[in-house]
């Protein structure tokens, strides 16, 4: 079935996480109710990967990643590049990832995040799909990794819940890669997101729920699902002074521009 309307596609959420795996027909249900007719499922652990991709296969709105979240980059440290590849080749898995660094957190010690991401890097050069950037109280070295990459071969990628500086916005997009924003952006004490947000190129950008976290306004304090990216959407429509409907049609081309592998609604 082919959706001429805009609709809008929720670029990373967390299907199979306790408080949206146990009720998920009903969370795609309120999706499509919300106009949000696609979701990619992102995955954070290897050992997790089939219960994943059995939603992707099972749901024509899913679509998935493969990968290792930094927070696992200890739990699961002889992930190697073919294990990423070959499940990179299945029909719908369309990025890789998440992977990158988590500096805030460090539950996962700062040179072995790093090797998992170069590996991603990797894995996004030879499999061709885009890669999906978790990068946090780590600009410097996020940047660093992904321009060397860059050096070696080309790729392409998101910057997903985008919380960094300006600069580190400017420095993505000059590489080619996109910025997408969660709830995160409609929150009171995000007056510095907001306004990078304000300059983001509309041909760059993607919006997010990362759910079931981050529930935007005006249902903080809710777990969160696909549903809400619509509130984050028209809060970035905002932000940007166009209509919700425009914003809507552009990220999804986004999206599919970007998801290249994804299957069109």
Do not use: W
Request: glycine share 6%.
């Amino acid at each position: 079935m082919t959706h001429e309307a805009p609709y809008l596609v929720d670029s990373h959420c967390h299907l199979d996480f306790e408080g949206l795996i146990e009720d998920l027909d009903g969370v795609i249900a309120r999706a499509r109710e919300a106009n949000v007719l696609r979701m990619l499922a992102i995955n954070t652990r290897l050992s997790t990967f089939e219960r994943l991709y059995g939603l992707a296969e099972g749901y024509p709105e899913i679509c998935c990643s493969v990968g290792v979240h930094p927070h696992e980059a200890e739990n699961e440290p002889d992930t190697g590049l073919e294990a990423l590849l070959e499940r990179a080749a299945r029909p719908e898995v369309v990025a890789i990832g998440e992977s990158g660094l988590d500096y805030y957190y460090d539950n996962a010690p700062r040179d072995q995040q790093q090797i998992n991401f170069k590996t991603h890097i990797k894995a996004a050069q030879e499999s061709g799909l885009p890669i999906i950037v978790h990068s946090r109280e780590a600009e410097g070295d996020t940047l660093g990794l992904l321009e060397a990459g860059l050096a070696a071969a080309p790729y392409t990628g998101v910057i997903h819940c985008f919380t960094a500086s300006q600069a580190f916005a400017e420095a993505a997009l000059k590489m080619g890669f996109y910025i997408s924003l969660s709830g995160i952006v409609t929150f009171k004490n995000a007056a510095d997101i907001q306004a990078t947000a304000k300059t983001l190129p509309m041909e760059r950008l993607l919006v997010e729920t990362d759910s079931p976290y981050l529930a935007p306004v005006p249902v903080r304090g809710r777990p969160c699902e696909p549903a809400f990216v619509a509130h984050t959407a028209a809060f970035v429509a905002g932000l940007k002074g166009i209509e919700p409907e425009q914003l809507a049609r552009q990220t999804t081309e986004n999206f599919y521009t970007l998801f290249s592998k994804a299957e069109r609604l």
